[in-house]
T-cell receptor, first 117, second 117 residues
Framework: AQKITQTQPGMFVQEKEAVTLDCTYD???????LFWYKQPSSGEMIFLIY??????QNATEGRYSLNFQKARKSANLVISASQLGDSAMYFC??????????????FGGGTRLMVKP | GAVVSQHPSRVICKSGTSVKIECRSL??????MFWYRQFPKKSLMLMAT?????????EQGVEKDKFLINHASLTLSTLTVTSAHPEDSSFYIC?????????????FGSGTRLTVV
């Protein structure tokens, strides 16, 4: 079974509007971390936001917020006030287990976001 | 913050030759480095986990004799694609965890785009 599922291969959003990118995950480990990364055409992975499984509040980083619904195992990314520079691939990822240097990230299939002027 | 330097960023090589990709942690010690491969318009797939001073752990389906990983020091991990063929053409990217990294700790190299002709 897929550990990280992103059901939207591509999304369009009008500039200045908000957009939600979906992510669901599957783990039986009570300790895990959820991440969102942006990957522009250059290929670099840009960290956006992190949510720990024990965090009580939803994470926010500037225009990015994470809608963490633990019971539903979803961790959707909300981008407010979209900008043209937000056009890129977006990946949801999960680390299972605690904060250990040896725990790798598992990535979802990605969503390509295109911001329309 | 934690920085991982990856070189080269792009390489074109002839079939049958070997290519070495380096990832250096510039301002922290990386006991573990992760190597990912990404096909065009696809997600990142973990190839192997590189451990300083010991053998790498390869994911199922990854040929360890083809993708040689060496992690001889706390700041350097290398991936050598041996006897490269056109099907090895891909984007390769490394990652390491550090307390000095972004929240959650993972820092990525800038990636290497390999083209085998």
């Amino acid at each position: 079974a897929q550990k990280i599922t992103q059901t939207q291969p591509g999304m369009f959003v009008q500039e200045k509007e908000a957009v939600t990118l979906d992510c669901t995950y599957d783990t039986s480990d009570p300790s895990y971390g959820l991440f969102w990364y942006k990957q522009p055409s250059s290929g670099e992975m840009i960290f956006l936001i992190y949510q720990g499984s024990y965090d009580q509040q939803n994470a926010t980083e500037g225009r990015y917020s994470l809608n963490f619904q633990k019971a539903r195992k979803s961790a959707n990314l909300v981008i407010s006030a979209s900008q043209l520079g937000d056009s890129a691939m977006y990946f949801c990822a999960m680390r299972e287990g605690g904060n250990n240097a040896g725990n790798m990230l598992t990535f979802g299939g990605g969503t390509r976001l295109m911001v329309k002027p | 913050g934690a920085v991982v330097s990856q070189h080269p960023s792009r390489v074109i090589c002839k079939s049958g030759t070997s290519v070495k990709i380096e990832c250096r942690s510039l301002d922290f010690q990386a006991t573990t480095m992760f190597w990912y491969r990404q096909f065009p318009k696809k997600s990142l797939m973990l190839m192997a986990t590189s451990n300083e001073g010991s053998k790498a752990t390869y994911e199922q389906g990854v040929e360890k004799d083809k993708f040689l990983i060496n992690h001889a020091s706390l700041t350097l991990s290398t991936l050598t694609v041996t006897s490269a063929h056109p099907e090895d053409s891909s984007f390769y990217i490394c990652s390491a965890r550090s307390e000095r990294g972004p929240k959650g700790g993972y820092t990525f190299g800038s990636g290497t785009r390999l083209t085998v002709v």
